[in-house]
T-cell receptor
Framework: TQLLEQSPQFLSIQEGENLTVYCNSS?????LQWYRQEPGEGPVLLVT?????EVKKLKRLTFQFGDARKDSSLHITAAQPGDTGLYLC??????????????FGQGTILTVHP | GAGVSQSPRYKVTKRGQDVALRCDPI?????LYWYRQALGQGPEFLTY????????KSGLPNDRFSAERPEGSISTLTIQRTEQRDSAMYRC????????????FGPGTRLTVT
């Protein structure tokens, strides 16, 4: 069974602070996706990282995929109240009949206070 | 264009009753996924389809849960003889095809078993 350990589970910070969310697994994934979910809505894709060691930037968000494709991190610089939400990492299965199946981490609930 | 829709949005049922949850994916999307999500947690995979073929049902908790997608479009998740522990948000997602493509999530069906 593939598992993704996401940490921290809760993060409460002040506006302007930086933060990092971690996603770790003992399994190799073909790629890894990060989603953001707001209350009452479904998750929305932020980014997909595919290559080991890959770094992608989306404005103030920086995503990194580990060299061995087992772990990833999300770093937010100068957090804003609008960043508040549930952040989810999801590993994409490498192949077989479960190709494309997503294994989600437990999620990180981020609250940014003005 | 229309996104993924799910119905009903809310369902309250008595223990022991059967329920059917419907998912209408984005037109043309090959892959359809069912997840169950607890509040503040990541979605838990239940099953998925490519076209009408059920590719993986390893996440279905027990044989009271079943899903079908007979014409490769709309899908129904059926729970027989519901139990209180089945209470959860059930989410459907679709993607253009399997693999690392973005999954588009529906608004979910909140099931409450009394």
């Amino acid at each position: 069974t593939q598992l993704l350990e996401q940490s921290p589970q809760f993060l409460s910070i002040q506006e302007g602070e930086n933060l990092t969310v971690y996603c770790n697994s003992s399994s190799v994934f073909s790629s890894l996706q990060w989603y953001r979910q707001e209350p009452g809505e479904g998750p929305v894709l932020l980014v997909t990282v595919v290559t080991g060691g890959e770094v992608k930037k989306l404005k103030r968000l920086t995503f990194q995929f580990g060299d061995a494709r087992k772990d990833s991190s999300l770093h937010i610089t100068a957090a804003q109240p609008g960043d508040t939400g549930l952040y989810l990492c999801a590993g994409v299965n490498a192949g077989g009949t479960s190709y494309g199946k997503l294994t989600f981490g437990q999620g990180t609930i981020l609250t940014v206070h003005p | 264009g229309a996104g993924v829709s799910q119905s009903p949005r809310y369902k309250v049922t008595k223990r022991g009753q059967d329920v059917a949850l419907r998912c209408d994916p984005i037109s043309g999307h090959v892959s359809l996924y069912w997840y169950r999500q607890a509040l503040g947690q990541g979605p838990e995979f239940l099953t998925y389809f490519n076209y009408e073929a059920q590719q993986d049902k390893s996440g279905l908790p027990n044989d009271r849960f079943s899903a079908e997608r007979p014409e490769g479009s709309i899908s129904t998740l059926t729970i027989q003889r519901t139990e209180q522990r089945d209470s959860a948000m059930y989410r459907c997602a679709s993607s253009l095809t399997g693999g690392a493509y973005e999954q588009y999530f529906g608004p979910g069906t909140r099931l409450t078993v009394t």
